[in-house]
């Protein structure tokens, strides 16, 4: 039985307090909170194992080496990748979409090849396009969003063309919450030729994912919103593709030997991992995959389903806020954004904050597609597996209450 007021128990942040107020944290979409056993698992690395990887003969770099590499398998479990040679440690999702864009986008695109992405990208899945459409002359294509601020698939087909090299598109919207249907885009995107990448930063840590049934070529996702620290990411890249790529960065660790005048690559997946990686975090993020399997990301994902549509429903309540997205949990995620009235969402965050809650507001990185809404900025409120209907109606309470302040701002 999922039991969120358990789990609660499991994150010591939780008992503290802010502005004298229970924290109430819904800024899940920006970061998660991390689990004693998480805290414990990088201390304990330092405590006892601490030493760098692959390259000593030592005890502790075995250890070392053996913890990282462990965490490589868990890590490809958890995303059904069926083997680790396609699984490659970065910084965070957007080094991750980086290392796609300049290993294999750069080099294989020209001036009349497209990139083909969605209306609701964040800038971590918009921005590396505009530097490769901008080296190397391709263009950049969108797909737009219904009015409900889903994808529109009708234009799909209008859009997809043999010109279209690469497909890449967020799994979930981190500001209206839509889940986009992979395997769909993926199949058509991949019938005229095109490489799919999937920015999976809020789907992977929100639902079940398996790369192979999905089928996609890349995905990427951060550690830091799954319960893991913060500075790990992870590229899962098909092997084949990832072989007939050139590295990302060099260095140490993804050469295998090396003149003055040139070297020869490691395999997969080092080959991607250049210099000493985050040891320690990759270790503590393998805590995080424990903690997760054992909830089950099936009842995650159904936990937030429950959360969103009591949320949404309370929210909705209230005539002077307007929410953006499906409105509908079956197909969103654990992601609400709102406006009250006319109050910009700084000054909600702000008096929100000063109940304890945490939200965050603002162009969520995502600047296109609030200029798409004629908005500046929305609040939004993000869940994970420690929230509560409990706080869902403290955070409709502290709006009532930040409303009476600003009582002119909707009359
Ligand atoms: N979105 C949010 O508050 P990094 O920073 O590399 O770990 O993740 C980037 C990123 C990429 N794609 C999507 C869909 C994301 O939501 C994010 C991060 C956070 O919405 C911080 S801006």
Same mark, same amino acid.
């Given at each position: 039985m999922f039991d969120a007021k358990l789990i609660q128990k499991d994150f010591p942040i939780l008992n503290r307090q802010v502005h004298g107020k229970r924290l109430v944290y819904l800024d899940n979409a920006a970061t998660t909170q991390k689990p004693a056993s998480v805290i414990a698992a990088e201390k304990e690395y330092y405590e006892q194992s601490n030493s760098n990887i692959h390259r000593g003969i030592h005890t502790l770099s075995?250890?070392?080496?053996?913890?990282? =590499?462990g965490v490589r398998e868990k890590t490809a479990a958890f995303i059904g990748a069926g083997s680790t040679? /396609?699984?490659?440690?970065?910084? #965070?999702?957007?080094?991750?979409? #980086?290392?796609?864009?300049?290993s294999w986008a750069r080099r294989h695109l020209k001036k009349g090849d =497209? &990139?083909?992405?969605?209306?609701?990208?964040?800038h971590s899945n918009l921005v590396p396009w505009q530097l490769v459409a901008r080296a190397t002359g391709a263009k950049l294509q969108f797909i737009p969003l219904t009015p409900q601020g889903e994808l529109d698939l009708k234009r799909l087909d209008a859009l997809l063309s043999r010109r279209t090299k690469l497909v890449s598109f967020t799994a979930m919207s981190n500001v209206l919450g839509t889940?986009?249907?992979?395997?769909?885009?993926?199949?058509?995107a991949h019938a005229v030729g095109a490489k799919v990448l999937v920015d999976a930063a809020q789907a992977v840590p929100h639902m079940p994912i398996n790369v192979q049934e999905a089928a996609c070529d890349f995905l990427a996702f951060s550690a830091h919103k799954m319960l893991g620290p913060t500075g790990? /990411? &992870?590229?899962y890249g098909r092997p084949e593709l990832l072989d007939t790529m050139e590295p990302f960065l060099g260095g140490g660790d993804m050469i295998l030997e090396v003149w003055r005048d040139? +070297?020869?690559w490691n395999e997969l997946p080092w080959k991607f991992e250049a210099g000493t990686p985050n040891i320690s975090g990759v270790v503590a993020f393998g805590a995080a995959l424990n903690y997760l399997n054992r909830l089950g990301m099936a009842a &995650?994902?159904?936990h937030e389903k429950d959360l969103t549509a009591y949320a949404l429903a309370q929210l909705g309540k209230d005539p002077h806020v307007t929410i953006y997205g499906p409105r509908d949990a079956e197909r969103q995620g /654990?992601?609400? +954004?709102?406006?009250?009235?006319?109050?910009?969402?700084h000054d909600l965050g702000t008096l929100l904050d000063q109940e304890g809650i945490a939200i965050r507001a603002g162009h969520h990185c995502c600047q296109p597609l609030m200029r798409d809404y004629d908005i500046s900025g929305t609040a939004r409120a993000s869940f994970y597996v420690y929230n509560t209907r409990d706080d869902v109606d403290a955070l409709v309470a502290a709006i009532k209450k930040a409303a009476t302040v600003f009582s002119g701002a909707f009359s």
């Open positions: 075995e250890e070392a080496t053996t913890q990282y =590499e040679e /396609g699984v490659i440690f970065t910084r #965070n999702t957007t080094e991750a979409i #980086n290392l796609v864009a300049w =497209e &990139v083909l992405l969605t209306a609701a990208e964040h889940i986009t249907p992979v395997k769909d885009i993926t199949r058509r790990v /990411g &992870v590229l040139h +070297s020869t &995650v994902r159904q /654990g992601v609400v +954004s709102f406006n009250y009235g006319a109050i910009h969402p």
